[in-house]
């Protein structure tokens, strides 16, 4: 059995800095409000009309993963794409990166896990590795938020949390099984999933998925959420799922070098650091920058970490994820 070794780490994000007083002249909020209860400054998002999308973003966030993996688009044998804003209803973007980085035929699978999404995603690349399937797989949360988003009074429970980013990380297979993905642990629960959606297009009503009426159709494709409730539960379960692959490892919170939480809102993240009694310096948000870039933050956290040299050699990070599903998850990775 191989283990899957992160040996390199990428990201991107829209120029378009948009900060919540460029909200506040969209809808009644204010920077006061968004800071107070969710961390928030600033977001990314593309500038409408702009060359962009999805899969345009992962490109550029692989080509960065793979300058600094030192290896080329030859050398990744399959594409393992996170997103929930895909460039097509059908099909998923991973095709599309797939062209973009001309990997001929090879395989890309595209995941759907919204907030947990870049750990589903690299327990499932981490799987192909293990069993030996594929030596190296480049690993994908990519989003762009901004089109779906509600940008009046009426949506701006939501549409002051979401950003546009993307990050990529790639696995190599290594024999050495002291080192790299430790486990993953992934869990679901859809009795949740009205609580945290966008419903439309679907198949739920039975077929009819495209509407005459923009109007119409802008309210159906935005997302809806029960803000408190997903609030309750993320605070419950990034802990508990942390807790999980501690025990599975035979760790303790104090072997713990670095802490990279999802990044839905700064108090959840705040909160679950106080459950798990970790001091400030293990734990890494970049929420204020970004607001919630849903699959695209912990890749993202990867590559600023990576950039400021702070990944070390036999560092053990834990990475914990709760979003829409409802879905969570959990990776120990030892560097
Ligand atoms: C979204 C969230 C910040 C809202 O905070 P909250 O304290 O629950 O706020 P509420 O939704 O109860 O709204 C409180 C009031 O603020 C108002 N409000 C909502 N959004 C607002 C905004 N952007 N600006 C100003 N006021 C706003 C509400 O209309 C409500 O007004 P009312 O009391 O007059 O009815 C919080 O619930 C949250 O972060 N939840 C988790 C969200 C999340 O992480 N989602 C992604 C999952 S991975």
């Given at each position: 059995m191989f283990n899957s070794k992160i040996i390199g780490v990428g990201h991107f994000v829209p120029e378009n800095i948009v900060t919540n007083d460029d909200l506040s002249k969209l809808m009644d909020t204010s920077d006061e409000w968004i800071q107070e209860r969710t961390g928030i400054k600033e977001r990314r998002f593309y500038t409408?009309?702009?060359?962009?999308s999805t899969a345009i973003m992962a490109f550029k966030a692989s080509k960065l993963a793979m300058k600094r993996a030192k290896v080329t688009a030859d050398d990744i044998d399959a594409i393992v794409f996170a997103t929930l804003?895909?460039?097509?209803?059908?099909?998923?973007?991973g095709v599309l990166l797939q062209e973009m980085l001309k990997m001929g035929t090879k395989p890309a699978i595209d995941l759907r896990a919204q907030c947990s999404g870049f750990i589903y995603a690299l327990s499932v690349a981490d799987q192909f590795i293990k069993t030996g399937m594929y030596k190296k797989i480049l690993v994908i949360g990519s989003e762009t938020q901004s089109v779906a988003l509600d940008l009046t009074t009426r949506g701006r429970g939501m549409g002051v949390l979401f950003g546009d980013g993307a990050g990529a990380a790639i696995l190599e297979a290594t024999e050495?099984?002291?080192?790299?993905?430790?486990s993953t642990h992934l869990h679901s629960q859809g009795?949740?999933?009205?609580?945290?959606?966008?419903?439309?297009?679907?198949?739920?009503?039975?077929?009819?998925?495209?509407?005459?009426?923009q109007h119409e159709m802008y309210d159906l494709i935005s997302p809806q959420m029960d803000g408190k409730l997903v609030f309750k539960n993320a605070i419950t379960r990034m802990p508990e799922v942390t807790m999980e692959a501690l025990a599975k490892n035979n760790l303790?919170?104090?072997?713990?070098?670095m802490f990279l939480p999802h990044q839905a809102n700064l108090r959840i993240s705040q909160m679950v650091q106080r459950f798990l009694k970790?001091?400030?310096?293990k734990v890494f948000n970049n929420i204020q920058k970004y607001g919630n870039t849903t699959a695209a933050t912990l890749p993202i956290l990867l590559s600023e970490l990576w950039e400021e040299g702070r990944i070390k050699e036999g560092q053990l990070f834990a990475l914990a994820a709760f979003g829409s599903g409802f879905t969570w998850a959990s990776a120990l990775i030892r560097w």
């Amino acid at each position: 059995m191989f283990n899957s070794k992160i040996i390199g780490v990428g990201h991107f994000v829209p120029e378009n800095i948009v900060t919540n007083d460029d909200l506040s002249k969209l809808m009644d909020t204010s920077d006061e409000w968004i800071q107070e209860r969710t961390g928030i400054k600033e977001r990314r998002f593309y500038t409408p009309g702009e060359k962009g999308s999805t899969a345009i973003m992962a490109f550029k966030a692989s080509k960065l993963a793979m300058k600094r993996a030192k290896v080329t688009a030859d050398d990744i044998d399959a594409i393992v794409f996170a997103t929930l804003s895909p460039d097509y209803y059908f099909p998923g973007s991973g095709v599309l990166l797939q062209e973009m980085l001309k990997m001929g035929t090879k395989p890309a699978i595209d995941l759907r896990a919204q907030c947990s999404g870049f750990i589903y995603a690299l327990s499932v690349a981490d799987q192909f590795i293990k069993t030996g399937m594929y030596k190296k797989i480049l690993v994908i949360g990519s989003e762009t938020q901004s089109v779906a988003l509600d940008l009046t009074t009426r949506g701006r429970g939501m549409g002051v949390l979401f950003g546009d980013g993307a990050g990529a990380a790639i696995l190599e297979a290594t024999e050495d099984n002291t080192k790299g993905i430790l486990s993953t642990h992934l869990h679901s629960q859809g009795e949740f999933a009205d609580v945290l959606c966008v419903r439309e297009p679907g198949t739920n009503k039975g077929g009819k998925v495209i509407y005459e009426g923009q109007h119409e159709m802008y309210d159906l494709i935005s997302p809806q959420m029960d803000g408190k409730l997903v609030f309750k539960n993320a605070i419950t379960r990034m802990p508990e799922v942390t807790m999980e692959a501690l025990a599975k490892n035979n760790l303790t919170i104090e072997d713990i070098d670095m802490f990279l939480p999802h990044q839905a809102n700064l108090r959840i993240s705040q909160m679950v650091q106080r459950f798990l009694k970790l001091p400030d310096e293990k734990v890494f948000n970049n929420i204020q920058k970004y607001g919630n870039t849903t699959a695209a933050t912990l890749p993202i956290l990867l590559s600023e970490l990576w950039e400021e040299g702070r990944i070390k050699e036999g560092q053990l990070f834990a990475l914990a994820a709760f979003g829409s599903g409802f879905t969570w998850a959990s990776a120990l990775i030892r560097w």
